[in-house]
Nanobody, 120 residues
Framework: QVQLVETGGGLVQAGGSLRLSCAAS????????MGWYRQVPGKQRELVAR???????NYADSVKGRFTISRDNAKKMVYMEMNSLKPEDTAVYYC??????????????WGQGTQVTVSS
């Protein structure tokens, strides 16, 4: 069973920083894209940042210049450094991975979510 486990959420004041980590485990042959999404109550889950296996990245306009996504392919981990946090960054953050399994199959997996709260 493939699992994604996020750590690093919490409460921080506006202008502060947090670092999210996500570890993938299970019968994984490889991982294509990994990323972070976020969701607030009553709204759809939205992309924050994604990174390909080769290291190419894309970010939501709202976080460009403040958030940095990175990954360690050997450890099957993805990270996101969040700086200059704003109250509007408050959300549950979800880790995402497009995982390659045996027999050339692929599935998308999500973590359980970690709460990030930014106080003003």
């Amino acid at each position: 069973q493939v699992q994604l486990v996020e750590t690093g959420g919490g409460l921080v004041q506006a202008g502060g920083s947090l670092r999210l980590s996500c570890a993938a485990s299970g019968p994984i042959v490889g991982i294509n894209d990994m990323g972070w999404y976020r969701q607030v109550p009553g709204k759809q889950r939205e992309l924050v940042a994604r990174i390909t296996s080769g290291g190419s990245t894309n970010y939501a306009d709202s976080v460009k210049g403040r958030f940095t996504i990175s990954r360690d392919n050997a450890k099957k981990m993805v990270y996101m450094e969040m700086n200059s946090l704003k109250p509007e960054d408050t959300a549950v953050y979800y880790c995402y991975a497009a995982v390659r399994l045996i027999f050339r199959s692929q599935n998308d997996y999500w973590g359980q979510g970690t709460q990030v709260t930014v106080s003003s």
